[in-house]
């Protein structure tokens, strides 16, 4: 599988050379050039790993970091910054970065930190607490889903069905898969209970639910979660 990884950094010619080198090592790659683009970014897609700058316009990558952080979302960071002093990588690492370069630095040495932070997270998965997807909030602990701060009256096997399908987005999930997974029927089993609780998320979850974006139904396949 390809590691996709968010580079967040306004300083252009650095993020075209990283960019273009990145992509030469097999990544896939995504860029924002701000700090609010980057939280949204972070925030809406599933990336392997996110190189943040920390001087950033409209939001500092101190603060995107820990906006990251409190959003539930576990990926490993590495901020990028001109400081050198020892306070403001201290600061870094406190508020959630895995690890941090200080500019100017060898492309090289961010690689082969690329690599460990990507082979650390594989060797040790770490399952947040909270998942946020858009305006979506599922809370893992308090077994809670909002949307926009809204709390949604979820049944219990309502969440556990959000639940599967928000730890495996953009995965085409078959009735049968779900069955097993969620309802814990065999395989053979044929219901029509999987597209009716499907039908009753999305009256909840969907800001248009005959027009579904983000529980949708894949021909013949099954479902597949894409918020």
């Not at 924002?32 to 970014?41: F, I, N, Y």
């Not at 959000?162 to 495996?168: E, K, P």
């Not at 049968?176 to 999305?202: C, I, N």
Request: proline share 4%; charged share 30%; hydrophobic share 40%.
């Amino acid at each position: 599988m390809t590691e996709r990884i968010l580079l967040v950094e306004d300083e252009e010619d650095l993020r075209m050379i990283l960019s273009d080198r990145l992509k030469a090592e097999g990544y896939a790659l995504d860029t924002a050039s701000d700090g609010e683009e980057g939280l949204r970014k972070a925030v809406e897609g599933a990336y392997d790993l996110v190189i943040l700058d920390v001087m950033l316009p409209k939001k500092n990558g101190n603060d995107v970091c820990r906006d990251i952080r409190k959003a539930g979302i576990a990926t490993p960071i590495i901020m990028l910054t001109a400081r050198g002093q020892l306070v403001d990588k201290v600061l870094g690492l406190k508020i959630g970065a895995d690890d941090y370069v200080t500019k100017p630095f060898e492309v090289l040495e961010l690689l082969a930190r690329i690599e460990a932070q990507i082979r650390r997270g594989a060797a040790h998965p770490k399952e947040a607490d909270v998942l946020q997807f858009g305006p979506v909030r599922i809370d893992l602990k308090g077994t809670t889903v909002s949307r926009e701060g809204r709390v949604l009256p979820l049944s219990a096997r309502e969440f556990r069905l959000l639940r599967y399908f928000a730890q495996n987005p953009g995965t085409t999930l078959s009735r049968e898969v779900l069955l097993k997974e969620v309802w814990g029927y065999s395989e053979e089993t044929f219901t029509r209970t999987v597209d009716v609780h499907v039908g009753s998320l999305r009256q909840k979850l969907e800001k248009d639910p005959k027009q579904p974006s983000m529980i949708v139904t894949v021909p013949g396949l099954g479902y597949k979660f894409v918020a």
